[in-house]
């Protein structure tokens, strides 16, 4: 297929993606079922499917996110959107935030904080920088700048021109990385401001020097002030390609110049108003996999290639449990790993071999984990690190935790103390989890019962996402159901799928029928 033929069935179809990470085969079939197109495709990838892949621009990219729990889709606004709406459809348990910094966005930013090796800034309220009924963590969204990409000195207080190089999900806990250059990216090509000629980032210096040298053939004008840089992907792009792709670019860098331009002009009207973001080319969608998104990712997965069960849920573990998945999978191939019905409905259990898995990456008994409490709104945070005192293979496992500092228990309303214990006992796949506080001494302090997202175990850390909605039992014996206002507020926000939100409310009502007893 052509350049332009491709381009053509791009209209026809629908949205170009180019799609990279562990989820890639699966996100890959979902979005050719939906009629996107994916461009750009890795080596495992073009072997895999029975499909033509081009090489050209893509208009929004699918990634991995680094510790593998779900993707990044950022590109042009409308192609991110369409894009992430397909791939958050593949369960209930999956959960969908705008990204208020993405790549390429530039801000006036106030410097906050400096550190050894780079400044932290202020890029404004997230609520703001995210269109109105967006999917959100709250609060303020900060950027690193990191010394050597700045290109003057920098203290807290200045007011400092940054572009966002590479964003972050909201559930980790890192900012997004800054630099002081600027950039105007369009897939195959990226114009620099402040640079000369061409430039190639590709390993390959034969098929680089090619590229430089196919460029003075493209009929696009570069504006003054800015040079060339091609990706490596544009070693195999044909010359249609590289004239759209240097077409964009140049389009690209012609509205950040006029956007700085104006905001240098607004910077110098004491009276105008002004926000810390000057401009924002392209948008950008986090998306967060649950367990039972996992499976069904498994599901697409195993409709093109051999695919163990509980591939994706093993392979977000860790990097050496990914690893053993690539083996374990080219060693047996389809007839040894055979096909499931799969769907969120089949039992998964049955399917993810749990005691296997842990047994080889952990968690088991004498580990040290953490419980990484998601929220709704895109946000995660440790509820503390405990020791798993109890490991079973069909999916238990118990984690104490000794606790500091003194209070009140929210929810029991018992009072706390430094030394008192919680008893958390997870079962791989549940949507629900009870912590059980007692005392130094061993005097009940009461029973809090979580409901979430299912559960997974991993090496380091227990993960889900509250659903808000809980139970629990005093030690009186007194059992109440808590938070559903909360619940129901999140859904009409948008924050909780109507389906996630069914199950939680149906899991509470047995939770409290079971505890009365």
């Known amino acids: ?245 240097l077409e964009r670019a140049v389009e690209r860098s012609d509205a950040l110049s006029a956007a700085l331009d104006a905001a240098d002009a607004s910077s110098a009207d004491e009276g105008a108003p002004t926000s810390p973001r000057i401009a924002a080319p392209s948008a950008g969608e986090w998306l967060w996999f649950g367990r039972e998104s996992r499976f069904a990712l498994d599901d697409a997965r195993r409709a093109v290639t051999a695919t163990m069960p509980g591939h994706h849920r093993t392979k977000a573990a860790s990097e050496s449990a990914s690893a ?35 047994r080889q990456f952990g968690p088991v008994e004498g580990d040290v984990v953490a419980i990484r409490h998601g929220k709704p709104d895109g946000r995660a945070f440790s509820l503390g690190r405990g020791e798993v005192t109890d490991w079973e293979g069909d999916g238990t496992v118990a984690v104490e935790r000794t606790l500091s500092g003194s209070g009140t228990y929210d929810g029991l309303g018992t009072r706390r103390e430094a030394g008192d214990t919680a008893l958390t006992k997870f079962r791989e796949g549940r949507w629900w989890y009870p912590t059980v506080y007692r005392s130094a001494e061993g005097d009940p302090r009461g029973t809090y019962v979580n409901v979430c997202t299912p559960v997974e175990c991993f090496p380091d ?21 808590v938070d559903d206002d909360e619940l129901d507020a999140a859904v009409e926000a948008g924050e909780v799928p109507e389906a996630a939100a069914k199950n939680a409310r149906a899991v509470a009502t047995s939770l409290e029928r079971a505890l009365s007893k």
């Open 1 to 245: 297929m052509s350049d332009a033929e491709a381009d053509a069935a791009s209209d026809a179809s629908g949205t170009r993606v180019r799609v990279r990470g562990i989820y890639a085969t699966a996100a890959t079939r979902l979005l050719l079922d939906a009629g996107h197109e994916v461009v750009q495709a890795s080596e495992p990838i073009r072997e895999r499917f029975d499909a033509d892949f081009g090489d050209g621009h893509h208009e929004a990219t699918v990634a991995t996110t680094r510790d593998r729990q779900g993707v990044g889709v950022h590109g042009d606004v409308d192609a991110a959107e369409s894009a992430a709406a397909v791939l958050v459809d593949v369960a209930r348990d999956a959960f969908r935030w705008r990204d208020p910094t993405p790549p390429g966005a530039v801000f006036d930013a106030a410097v906050t904080e400096t550190l050894g090796s780079g400044a932290v800034c202020d890029l404004g309220d997230v609520a703001e920088l995210c269109s109105a009924g967006s999917q959100t963590a709250s609060g303020d969204a900060e950027g690193f700048l990191p010394y050597d990409e700045c290109d003057a000195y920098v203290e807290s207080g200045d007011t400092v021109r940054v572009q966002v190089r590479e964003s972050a999900p909201p559930w980790v806990d890192r900012r997004a990385r800054l630099g002081t250059g600027i950039r105007a990216a369009a897939g195959l090509a990226t114009l620099v401001r402040g640079r000369d000629g061409v430039a190639v980032d590709t390993r390959d210096d034969a098929a680089g020097r090619e590229l430089a040298g196919m460029t003075e053939l493209l009929s696009v004008s570069v504006p003054d002030g800015w040079g060339i840089e091609w990706s490596h992907a544009a070693t195999r792009a044909g010359m249609d390609a590289l004239g759209d792709a």
């Open 324 to 358: 053993g998945v690539d083996l374990a999978e080219a060693l047996c191939g389809d007839g040894a790993l055979g096909t499931v019905d799969g769907g969120a409905d089949s039992d998964l259990d049955s399917e993810f071999p749990f005691g296997v898995v842990t």
């Open 461 to 481: 850390e227990i993960r889900y996402v509250d659903l808000h909605v809980d139970v629990v039992k005093r030690p009186d014996g007194t059992v109440e159901r």
